[in-house]
């Protein structure tokens, strides 16, 4: 299985450490926030589900899920929070959250949730596990790392965006793919945004990738070459 990252943001040291525990030993990846600042900075690097408490120090989880749609409009979010269940629920799903919990719940219950939100959105298809080398580079699918061989095996950091791209165009090597298949895989089937973020996630691969033969096919797509 594709190890999923999953962004947490809880201001309770406690339960996030606990749910942290929980997810990782599901497999996932998980990085946790304590505040809402951090986490609006890292909406760039877009994981593949967050986790958000909606009270929080400062900016609160409202304010995060808004900037989340604002950059990645179909990435699922679930909400946190021990206040009105009812109108935190409503402003959730209206804001475009996915799925909402209320304070107190079990750690169990969550990872439930997290799962049926990754096979909805993600699918069962899990990444092949074979490592993948290719210009000096060592792509792992199953850990979702790259590493560049001619530098002590330095990790290449690839934001879940960039490292979607370089999967998919290293599943079949050659081969071309329009920028429409591209979308539809990385970023999915209800996007709704410009083809654009395709060439921009291509431009960020190449420039940490320099060494990557990944080819342009002026008004069709891309594909990435052995050589």
């Known amino acids: ?14 339960l996030s450490e606990v749910l942290k525990a929980y997810m990782e030993k599901e497999g996932w990846a998980v990085k946790i926030f304590d505040n809402g600042s951090d986490a609006l900075e890292a909406i760039k690097e877009q994981p593949h589900l967050w986790v958000l408490d909606i009270m929080l120090p400062g900016t609160d989880g409202y304010q ?6 604002e950059v990645e409009g ?3 979010v679930i909400f946190i ?3 009105d269940q009812d109108l935190d629920r409503v402003l959730g799903l209206e804001m475009g959250s996915d799925d909402y919990l209320s304070k107190p719940f079990l750690p169990q219950e969550l990872i439930i949730r997290v799962k049926k939100l990754l096979s909805r959105v993600y699918g069962e298809n899990s990444q092949d596990s074979r490592k993948v080398e290719l210009n000096d580079y060592m792509i792992d699918p199953e850990a979702r790392t790259v590493a560049d061989t001619l530098d002590n095996d330095r990790h290449v950091d690839l934001t879940t965006k960039e490292m979607d791209l370089i999967l ?8 071309a793919l329009s920028r429409e298949d591209i979308i539809e895989n990385v970023w999915g089937e209800n996007y709704f945004g410009s083809e654009r973020a395709v ?3 291509v431009r960020r691969v190449r420039k940490k990738m320099p060494r990557i033969h990944l ?6 797509g891309y594909r990435i070459l052995s050589s």
């Open 1 to 14: 299985m594709s190890k999923y990252m999953i962004y947490l943001v809880e201001d309770e040291a406690n």
């Open 199 to 201: 060439d921009d996630v």
């Open 81 to 83: 929070s021990a206040r």
């Open 74 to 76: 179909d990435v699922p």
């Open 64 to 69: 995060i899920l808004k900037g989340i749609r």
């Open 215 to 220: 080819e342009t096919l002026y008004g069709f």
């Open 168 to 175: 998919l165009l290293t599943e079949d090597i050659g081969k």
